[in-house]
């Protein structure tokens, strides 16, 4: 006779896993165009997970998430998935080396966003990154954020917290310097958090 530890253990298996839980592998949501996973052709059944570099061509395009971090891709993007524990499969650094990254991210641990010509950090926000060698843009969309970057000989560092849209320009040698909102919505920083089961952060 089964006992009821046993069928405790079983139901137990049976139901979903918090979202903190679950295994850091991504979900593709949406494929267009040009899209490569390590110079390979990403597919809808492609595992995310640290260490990989995601490329997208002049047409490509994705949306996707690992965990309950959410993000978009742009046209001519290339993002590193990293992860600063190396023996731990979280991903916790994003190094955007080229393109536009829009992102929503869990609440409670931290995580840090690479450009060119910034560092960010993170925790519980929505944001907006788009970078060329010499110059970025960064957007709060909601939550909050501290960016770090060079200013000739010194670090400028700003801190922001903000509801809705705060945006920063960061150009290489140069202090950073309030910007407008750019190339982005409200409705996608809203979607990308209904992909992963939140509710509409505006």
Not at 11 to 17: E, I, R
Not at 34 to 39: E, F, G, P
Request: glycine letters at 8%.
């Amino acid at each position: 006779m089964t006992s009821r530890r046993h069928f405790l253990a079983t139901f137990a298996a049976l139901l979903p896993l918090p979202a903190a839980a679950q295994a850091p592998f991504g979900v593709v949501h949406e494929l267009v165009g040009d899209v490569t996973l390590n110079d390979i052709p990403l597919t809808r059944q492609s595992a995310l997970q640290a260490g990989q570099t995601i490329r997208t061509g002049a047409g490509g395009r994705v949306w996707f998430s690992i965990g309950a971090d959410a993000y978009f891709l742009r046209p001519n993007s290339r993002l590193r998935l990293d992860s600063s524990r190396p023996k731990e499969p979280i991903i916790d650094f994003l190094r955007l080396a080229t393109g536009a990254l829009g992102a929503t991210f869990q609440r409670g641990m931290r995580r840090t966003l690479i450009a060119p010509t910034a560092t960010i950090g993170i925790r519980g926000t929505g944001v907006y990154l788009e970078t060329a060698p010499d110059v970025t843009y960064f957007c709060t969309c909601f939550g909050s954020t501290e960016i770090l970057a060079p200013s000739g000989s010194m670090m400028d560092n700003v801190a922001a917290t903000t509801e809705k849209h705060q945006a920063r320009m960061m150009m290489t040698g140069a202090r950073i310097v309030p910007a407008g909102m750019q190339r982005h919505t409200s409705e996608e920083m809203a979607r990308l958090e209904a992909l992963v089961g939140r509710a509409n952060p505006f």
